[in-house]
């Protein structure tokens, strides 16, 4: 035999032999990057709903114990809070506030809220709505002690404004 016979037999024949492993590993690729997306999408999503919710609440209580009483403070700290959120996009009807209790609304009295929010998951097209997360942000703030208004009963004589 002679060296060019010798050359053409040892050649490897090319063919379509691999094609499909090579495609199957950049499709996994493609959805494992996809998935990856929509789960920081999501995550991002509580985040971004927490932090709205925090501002909201810091909203809500800055609008109350400037109120000159209970029922008008309620009223519109409740306005403010979800201004607040909506200026933030979020929809109205998914929000729900605790409102405190107007009872003790006076100087030296802590005021607490709760505020939650539902989040919703990220829709994909084609599947099935994920839901969605409910997020929740408390606060608490004093009321100032020596601002003119009707005693509350957290207030002490003497001095010491907020004693006890």
Not at 37 to 49: C, F, K, Q, R
Request: overall charge positive; charged content about 20%.
């Amino acid at each position: 035999m002679s060296g060019a016979t010798l050359k053409r037999r040892c050649r490897p024949q090319r063919n379509d032999r691999g094609v499909v492993g090579g495609s199957d590993g950049l499709l996994a690729g493609v959805l494992v990057a996809v998935v990856g997306t929509l789960i920081v999408v999501n995550v991002w999503s509580v985040v971004s709903a927490r932090t709205d919710t925090d501002a909201a609440v810091r909203e809500y209580l800055r609008v109350y114990t400037r109120a000159t009483s209970s029922s008008e403070g309620a009223t519109q700290a409740e306005a403010a809070a979800r201004a607040q959120l909506t200026a933030s996009g979020r929809n109205d009807s998914r929000i729900w506030i605790s409102t405190p209790d107007g009872s003790s609304f006076g100087p030296c009295a802590v005021v607490r809220v709760t505020i939650r929010l539902r989040a919703p998951a990220v829709r994909v097209p084609g599947l099935m709505n994920a839901g969605s997360h409910t997020v929740s942000s408390n606060g608490a703030e004093v009321i100032d002690p020596w601002r003119a208004m009707s005693r509350g009963s957290a207030w002490r004589p003497g001095g010491v404004a907020c004693g006890g």
